[in-house]
Structure formats: C-alpha cells, structure tokens
C-alpha cells in the first residue's frame, strides 16, 4: 500500500493497493466528522484528472473516513459561511 497526501489539502489522503488497480480516497478531518470542504473537493477533482491525465485510473475506488466516529457529516457549513463571508 502506497500512502499519498493530496498537496492542496492534509484532509485527503489516496492510499493505491494491488498495483494501483485499487484506490481509496480518505477523508481525514475526523474532528469535524469528515465534514468535506472546498479544498478537499478540490483536492479530489485534482487526483481524479491526474489518474484521467496518466492513464492511470484504478479499476476500484473507495472512500473511507478517518476517525471511527463519522465517514462523512455532509459540507463543511462553517467553512463555506468563512470562505463567502471573506
């Protein structure tokens, strides 16, 4: 297993199994529940159109949460109420 942290967002990691026919995304904001926010977005849509760019887009894809509580508790409101409100 390779371990990959996304280099717009420490909230997203890519671990790639079996030879990257195997991709996990983890959402890994655990004290917030996982709850996803526009850099982790942007941080996903970047991974996905790399793997489109190199060819190298794994046949399975998962996502898991970090932190046992939450897999994901929706959008992070509180940071796009700070990012609109800026």
């Known amino acids: 297993m390779r ?7 420490d909230k997203i990691l890519f671990d790639h199994h079996d030879g990257g ?3 996990e995304i983890r959402l890994n904001a655990p004290k917030a529940l ?3 926010d526009t850099n982790m977005c942007n941080a996903i849509i970047e991974e996905l159109k790399r793997w489109e760019r190199e060819n190298a887009a ?3 894809v998962m996502m898991s949460g970090e932190g046992g509580k939450a897999f994901c508790a ?3 409101v509180v ?3 700070k990012a609109h409100a800026s």
Do not use: F, I, K
């Open 58 to 60: 794994p046949r399975v």
């Open 3 to 9: 371990t990959v942290t996304s280099p717009t967002s």
């Open 34 to 36: 996982n709850a996803v």
């Open 79 to 81: 940071s796009l109420y």
């Open 21 to 23: 026919h195997v991709s």
């Open 74 to 76: 929706g959008g992070d």
